[in-house]
């Protein structure tokens, strides 16, 4: 099973490889992209029975258009419900059926069938959605386990971190190999004000899963409001390529360092991404200019610990 879904995802980054450049150049005229998937691509303990499986995209999506493609012989699950979407026009939904302990995998789009498309028509990229359940014996443990991660994760949209954090700490004494449980236990703490005790966790999560992009982003944004720029630079960097969230903390790191070419390039990413406020768009005249004024700095510079 490993090997299974390690190749379908190194599959999946060798067709992104092929794609081209995209010749468009404002966010309107760009393809959409898959920005989150639920379960998340390359989980390996997916609660078997039945689930919906969710993919959110960047832009809106045309209605009554998708194409959920097999990436293998007998890749998808069984389908017990007609894919839509929901009311923010983006997230399309698919009930289904799962086997314990088995891989499956989707193509979102690919060669031959492109119909996931936004409002305007353009097809969206290819996507490689790959995941694993756990075994028979595993499942209770697993929906229980999965149940106060998603609660956790519920109360901290809410903004009640301490009662999140509570929640995360069950997901992980119920599964201490839970990297995700500990990535929101961190942002719960840091979000709370507790700093310090946040980096344990992500750190945690960190060694389970070296590539987990919202746990290096975690440690990158606590060494940033800590002033440590070297260490919020090297997490930060790591966390960039899957976590659009890290830009943001690389575009002012290198502005406060003095490395304008830099913050302009983050910056600019942000922009093309369509995520840009006016800090944003004041960050790239700043870095265009190669001067930082103080009245920015105040806005974008960390409190003195």
Same mark, same amino acid.
């Given at each position: 099973?490993?090997?299974?879904?390690?190749?379908?995802?190194?599959?999946?980054?060798?067709?992104?490889?092929?794609?081209?450049?995209?010749?468009?150049?404002?966010?309107?005229?760009?393809?959409?992209?898959?920005?989150?998937?639920?379960?998340?691509?390359?989980?390996?303990?997916?609660?078997?029975?039945?689930?919906?499986?969710?993919?959110?995209?960047?832009?809106?999506?045309?209605?009554?258009?998708?194409?959920?493609?097999?990436?293998?012989?007998?890749?998808?699950?069984?389908?017990?419900?007609?894919?839509?979407?929901?009311?923010?026009?983006?997230?399309?939904?698919?009930?289904?059926?799962?086997?314990?302990?088995?891989?499956?995998?989707?193509?979102?789009?690919?060669?031959?069938?492109?119909?996931?498309?936004?409002?305007?028509?353009?097809?969206?990229?290819?996507?490689?959605?790959?995941?694993?359940?756990?075994?028979?014996?595993?499942?209770?443990?697993?929906?229980?386990?999965? =149940?106060?991660?998603?609660? %956790?994760?519920?109360?901290?949209?809410?903004? *009640?971190?301490? /009662? $999140? @954090?509570? !929640?995360?700490?069950?997901?992980?004494?119920?599964?201490?190999?839970?990297?995700?449980?500990?990535?929101?236990?961190?942002?719960?703490?840091?979000?709370?004000?507790?700093?310090?005790?946040?980096?344990?966790?992500?750190?945690?999560?960190?060694?389970?899963?070296?590539?987990?992009?919202?746990?290096?982003?975690?440690?990158?944004?606590?060494?940033?409001?800590?002033?440590?720029?070297?260490?919020?630079?090297?997490?930060?960097?790591?966390?960039?390529?899957?976590?659009?969230?890290?830009?943001?903390?690389?575009?002012?790191?290198?502005?406060?360092?003095?490395?304008?070419?830099?913050?302009?390039?983050?910056?600019? =990413?942000?922009?093309?991404? %369509?995520?840009?406020?006016?800090?944003?768009? *004041?960050?790239? /005249? $700043? @870095?265009? !200019?190669?001067?930082?004024?103080?009245?920015?700095?105040?806005?974008?510079?960390?409190?003195?610990?």
């Amino acid at each position: 099973m490993k090997n299974k879904i390690v190749t379908a995802l190194v599959a999946g980054a060798l067709w992104q490889s092929t794609i081209g450049k995209i010749a468009a150049q404002d966010i309107d005229s760009m393809p959409p992209v898959v920005v989150k998937t639920v379960p998340q691509a390359g989980s390996k303990n997916v609660a078997p029975g039945e689930m919906e499986i969710k993919v959110t995209f960047s832009k809106e999506m045309r209605n009554g258009s998708w194409s959920w493609s097999t990436a293998w012989k007998d890749s998808t699950p069984e389908i017990i419900g007609k894919p839509h979407y929901e009311a923010d026009k983006k997230t399309c939904v698919v009930k289904v059926k799962l086997e314990p302990d088995k891989t499956y995998g989707y193509w979102l789009n690919s060669q031959k069938f492109v119909n996931f498309k936004d409002a305007q028509g353009h097809s969206a990229v290819p996507y490689l959605l790959a995941f694993a359940t756990s075994a028979a014996g595993e499942r209770d443990h697993a929906i229980n386990n999965g =149940n106060a991660e998603q609660e %956790g994760w519920q109360l901290w949209q809410a903004r *009640k971190f301490d /009662e $999140a @954090a509570a !929640k995360f700490r069950e997901a992980i004494e119920s599964s201490p190999t839970n990297a995700n449980a500990r990535n929101g236990l961190g942002w719960a703490l840091f979000n709370s004000g507790k700093a310090d005790e946040a980096i344990e966790p992500f750190e945690k999560a960190v060694s389970l899963q070296p590539d987990h992009p919202a746990a290096l982003n975690g440690l990158g944004q606590i060494y940033l409001s800590k002033r440590n720029y070297d260490d919020a630079e090297k997490f930060l960097l790591k966390a960039a390529p899957k976590a659009p969230a890290a830009w943001y903390g690389l575009a002012r790191l290198y502005l406060l360092k003095g490395k304008f070419e830099d913050a302009e390039r983050w910056a600019q =990413n942000i922009i093309d991404a %369509g995520q840009a406020d006016e800090t944003v768009k *004041k960050m790239l /005249e $700043a @870095a265009q !200019k190669k001067k930082l004024s103080e009245g920015l700095r105040l806005v974008i510079e960390p409190p003195a610990q």
